[in-house]
């Protein structure tokens, strides 16, 4: 197993040995591993009901979605009412039984050259029911569904930090900020997160790419132009094993905050990578007495990782 510090080029279906280049993706409590050419699409923000979407550069390859249940369903009727309903759409459809599949329940589907690869599981520790459904335009790639599959793992974060990993970043947010926002787009991706309980606290996770075409080191301005109007004080900090540039300011908010003690600081922490193409910049915004540090964060490029895995269809 080979790992990738930056962003790979293999294609989703290599062919036979070839390396597949493999991100592991953390969202919401769920866990899981799809080809590294497979980006998302569409993403939902509630844990309780939403779906995120996968797409290589041809078509949507992979819809995971979950919505919340007071206990589990009967899976078996589930499984059969999709079948049923596959089978109004086109009465020529094609089935042959995935089983039980490292917790999984389903079965693959057949229509022409496409195989659909449909699967549900109960995730019994935040009571809510996954299904995931699996697109191959040529014909089903066995070892990448059962990988898929297989890796997939509900992730405890109720009582400490939720760990993230997506769109280029592999970072952790402390227990109460919810992510509010994900913008990406051709170059950036940036996640926005605040918290119910604590209103005064934001934070913003940004990855910048391309940034050998236009960043000359100079943290210092990056930071300032966030605020130009601001006055920001820098200091030099050691950041997993790297020194980085942190700005501190004060957040302008309106005047009463500061007036009834209520002042916010904001910090901004930037840093390049170590092949200089990609820029990390984590924001956090908390009350004067209580900072929030952007190292606790521990924000980092996201790993890939090159398999020799069977590409390709089979029947």
Do not use: C
Not at 97 to 125: C, K, N, P, Q
């Amino acid at each position: 197993m080979t790992s990738l510090a930056h962003s790979p080029s293999t294609i989703a279906d290599a062919g036979l040995n070839q390396p597949m280049a493999w991100q592991p993706v953390t969202w919401l409590g769920m866990s899981l591993v799809v080809p590294a050419a497979w980006e998302i699409l569409q993403h939902a923000r509630d844990p309780k009901r939403g779906k995120l979407v996968f797409a290589d550069h041809r078509r949507g390859r992979l819809h995971m979605g979950w919505a919340e249940a007071k206990r589990p369903p009967d899976t078996e009727r589930l499984i059969e009412d999709y079948r049923a309903r596959d089978l109004e759409e086109d009465a020529a459809t094609q089935f042959s039984s995935l089983g039980v599949l490292a917790g999984w329940r389903g079965y693959r589907r057949r229509r022409g050259g496409e195989v659909v690869t449909r699967a549900g599981r109960f995730d019994d520790l935040h009571m809510r029911w996954i299904e995931m459904t699996l697109i191959w335009p040529d014909g089903v790639n066995r070892p990448a569904e059962r990988r898929i599959l297989d890796q997939f793992a509900v992730v405890d974060d109720r009582q400490g930090p939720s760990r993230w990993r997506a769109f280029g970043m592999d970072f952790q947010t402390p227990r109460g900020l919810q992510l509010r926002r994900a913008d990406v787009r051709p170059g950036s991706a940036t996640m926005r997160f605040s918290d119910d309980r604590r209103p005064g606290q934001q934070a913003e996770i940004r990855r910048l790419s391309a940034a050998d075409a236009w960043f000359d080191g100079d943290a210092q301005t990056l930071i300032r132009e966030q605020l130009p109007r601001s006055k920001w004080t820098f200091e030099q900090r050691f950041y997993e094993g790297r020194q980085v540039v942190v700005g501190l300011t004060v957040q302008p908010d309106a005047v009463w905050r500061r007036l009834v003690g209520r002042r916010r600081d904001r910090r901004d922490m930037v840093w390049a990578d170590a092949s200089g193409h990609r820029v990390f910049h984590v924001t956090t915004i908390s009350p004067a007495a209580r900072p929030l540090e952007p190292e606790v964060f521990a924000l980092r490029a996201l790993e890939f990782e090159a398999t020799l895995t069977r590409g390709g269809g089979d029947a």
